[in-house]
């Protein structure tokens, strides 16, 4: 082996190393050297309202880009329409992967060099960008679940978009204890916070679930749990993966013949991507706690709210999103901050979450009918769910509105 | 994978047979340190870096700190597969072991950030060790395997023990600990980045040296045939475990820098993803160059934000990531022994023909 590398081309070595030193250091060197003060530093009247995303446009969680066009789709609206009091909305997408790292980075070059005033981060990863933010003094909108995204004593600055995910928990117990007092209730989750977060709110509800199991993202074939949970008698399942996992277990049910009373999480219960691919007639009869309006639901097709949403994506989004359930979850938030935008005033920062907080009662195309957003527990702006169930071809009505702001009381 | 254990594979060079190759190198080899061309071009490189922090933003100081913590990662990735011959898929939970040490330290005990990333080498050190122990028994790609077990399960662990690790929403700080004395005039991330290019090239002449001389050939000898090593009078054993103690110890102190730097550990950042991303910068930079842990770890920081910033966007599906594979792919392709490797390479040929027609 006399591949032990000589001096020669060591030397050489070292100049390429020095050359790609200054090399990445000129391809990112910026040249507008404007560090701004963060928070919302753009007052001038007419300058745009520079908005920040970070979401995973690759990886293993790419899926979630649809929520980022669905919220850019509302932006572009807005701007069409004059944008919030004169100003137009720059908002300024960047893909972070789901790499904490790279969403740190992200925020760091939405806020010092784009001087974005309010920063839009994607799942329970913000947790770790919300610390920088927040001493950056601008405005954080997560779009987590997590109960860590609405300690407003903690992170003043951060919002939590979507409800707390213990709530949906203590609504499916609710709704359980009220139809079947005496069902021997199972929970098939994924092994993260989302599903310990569900269990969680069941307990506080007074149902502990004879059966938890859990299984890590991106495992479909899930027999083996189903025979697990048929022999310890479960009847009641609230079904909890995520993906292309959660129709191939509604299938997998109706093979093996293992029918439950079954609850299917909220975000994994849409036509498009979950009870579609399932097959109808393999979901009917389940039930869901359900905020939002599935844009794919015949029940929505006239609804104002779901019409605008289409053809706002159709115009200025990709079109194939005009069924997806994440797009419309972005597209509502994008439509909450608009609206604390135009009490801000178009700033961030304080004035944002001022704004946030103070939002009582306004409608929003992305929620059910009957619901308005309003701040609730830990700021956040859903937290009232209804109880749906399948009839085969559309999610119906199977309960009334219940308010997460009543249940945390009792 | 199998010419990173090997090494590179030999280059069947021109057919003339030229005797100045081999016996150039012998010679610059004879020169003091500081008459070869490679100390002042490292010396001039590092000058550089010196000089950098005043002249880039804040910002790309941020992503440049984050490419040198994890060079010195990747630094100790080429000690072990470069040099010793092993391999380890898993080097990203050591990484994360050294951030969480010395995240949990600093946050939950006050210690200071150098007590905290001192702590967090010498518990990414022992990890390293016992994880070497089977390393005795199993070798290559039963090791590979293995190793992806604990980048496999180490995410998990964490968000396992939540008491301890947070969970997994992990561990914060309101801000990086790692600060500017007030004597110097410098901002949070100048001092940063200063900071991890000292440590990184103490980290690379420490590891330069200690492959280099009497244990530099006993490592090369453990790479090429621990077999032979062993009847040469090498302890193969207690060297294997040296290796991966020093590796994992390495990679432990790019992490706690990390982590600290970022303020912010959390169990996705330490996917088995992350493990296997550093293995490529790896062989991606050249895994037996120590410029390569430098360009390797730029090459998985930097390509794929730029293509991202390129082609990214939220209607345009995985097309960034089919770029940066691709990419990767050819580099591997026609860069066999990493870019580092394969320029120097392809450069010591064009000095030796220079040489060889001045000689003519």
């Known amino acids: ?410 | 994978m199998a010419t990173s254990i090997s090494g590179p594979p030999t280059r069947t060079e021109g057919a003339a047979p030229t005797p100045t190759p081999t016996a150039a190198p012998a010679l610059a080899e004879l020169r003091p340190m500081w008459r070869r061309p490679v100390t002042w071009a490292w010396t001039a490189l590092f000058v550089v870096a010196l000089v950098v922090p005043f002249l880039i933003s804040d910002y790309d100081l941020f992503k440049a700190t984050r490419v040198l913590t994890i060079a010195i990662a990747v630094a100790g990735l080429n000690l072990l597969i470069g040099r010793a011959g092993q391999i380890s898929a898993g080097h990203g939970a050591l990484y994360g072991l050294g951030a969480y040490t010395a995240m949990i330290l600093v946050k939950e005990l006050g210690w200071a950030w150098p007590g905290a990333v001192l702590a967090a080498v010498v518990v990414s050190g022992a990890a390293g060790w016992l994880i070497g122990l089977p390393a005795l028994r199993v070798r290559g790609l039963n090791l590979g395997l293995l190793t992806i077990a604990i980048a496999a399960i180490f995410p998990l662990l964490l968000s396992r023990f939540e008491g301890l690790t947070g969970g997994t929403i992990g561990l914060q700080l309101a801000g990086s600990p790692i600060t500017p004395p007030a004597a110097l005039a410098l901002t949070p991330e100048q001092f940063q980045f200063l900071l991890l290019v000292v440590v990184l090239a103490v980290v690379l002449v420490l590891l330069r040296n200690l492959t280099t001389g009497p244990m530099g050939r006993a490592v090369e000898a453990l790479r090429v045939n621990p077999l032979m090593a062993r009847s040469e009078g090498v302890d193969v054993n207690r060297l294997t475990l040296t290796m991966f103690a020093i590796s994992s110890a390495v990679a432990g102190l790019g992490g706690a820098l990390g982590g600290l730097v970022l303020a912010s550990t959390v169990p996705d950042s330490y996917s088995m993803f992350f493990s296997l991303t550093l293995l490529s910068a790896c062989v991606v930079g050249g895994s037996r160059t120590w410029a390569g842990s430098l360009v390797g770890s730029a090459f998985i920081v930097y390509l794929p934000d730029v293509i991202s910033q390129q082609i990214g966007s939220t209607t345009g599906g995985q097309w960034s990531q089919l770029v940066y594979a691709v990419a990767l792919l050819l580099t591997l392709f026609f860069l066999p022994a990493g870019v580092a490797g394969g320029a120097g390479r392809w450069l010591a040929r064009l000095t030796r023909r220079l040489r060889r027609r001045s000689h003519a």
């Open chain 1, 1 to 410: 082996m006399s591949v032990a590398p000589g001096p020669i081309p060591r030397r050489v070595v070292v100049a390429l190393a020095a050359g790609s030193l200054l090399l990445t250091a000129a391809c990112s060197g910026r040249a507008d050297e404007s560090s701004g003060s963060g928070a919302g530093s753009n007052t001038g009247s007419d300058e745009p309202i520079v908005v920040g995303m970070s979401f995973p446009l690759s990886g293993p969680l790419s899926g979630a880009a649809a929520v980022a066009d669905g919220a850019a789709a509302y932006f572009e609206r807005i701007n069409a329409e004059g944008g919030v009091g004169g100003r137009e909305i720059d908002y300024q997408v960047l893909d972070d992967a789901y790499d904490p790292a790279r969403q740190a980075e992200n925020a760091r070059q939405l806020v010092d060099q784009e001087d974005a005033g309010i920063v839009l981060t994607f799942g329970g990863i913000s947790s770790a960008t919300a610390p920088y933010l927040n001493g950056q003094k601008v405005a954080h909108v997560a779009f987590g679940t997590q109960a860590a995204l609405s300690d407003t004593d903690a992170t003043p600055y951060t919002r939590g978009w979507f409800p707390d995910g213990s709530w949906e928990g203590q609504v499916v117990a609710q709704h359980i204890q009220d139809e079947q007092p005496d069902a021997s209730v199972g929970v098939l989750g994924i092994a993260n916070d989302l599903t310990t977060s569900q269990v969680d709110g069941m307990a506080a509800a007074g149902l502990t679930p004879d059966k938890v199991l859990t299984v890590p993202p991106g495992v479909v074939d899930l027999t083996s749990q189903l025979n697990e949970l048929r022999a310890a008698g479960v009847d009641t399942l609230f079904l909890a993966v995520v993906g292309p996992a959660q129709p191939a277990t509604l299938r997998t049910m109706a093979n093996i013949g293992y029918q439950p009373t079954t609850y299917l999480y909220s975000a994994a219960s849409d036509l498009a991507t979950s009870v579609g691919p399932a097959g109808p007639e393999n979901a009917t009869d389940a039930f869901t706690a359900q905020y939002f309006k599935d844009p794919a639901d015949p029940r929505w097709a006239d609804d104002e709210g779901v019409q605008a949403f289409k053809e706002d994506i159709a115009e200025y989004g990709d079109e194939a999103n005009a069924d997806s359930y994440l797009a419309i979850e972005g597209y509502g938030a994008a439509a909450a901050i608009v609206a604390a935008l135009e009490d801000s005033g178009g700033e961030g920062g304080d004035a944002f979450t001022e704004a946030w907080d103070s939002i009582d009662g306004i409608d929003n195309p992305a929620i059910l009918p009957d619901m308005q957003l309003s701040a609730g527990p830990g700021s956040r702006l859903v937290h009232q769910y209804r109880v749906l169930q399948f009839d085969g071809t559309s999610w119906q009505d199977a309960g009334d509105v219940v308010d997460a702001d009543d249940l945390a009381q009792g």
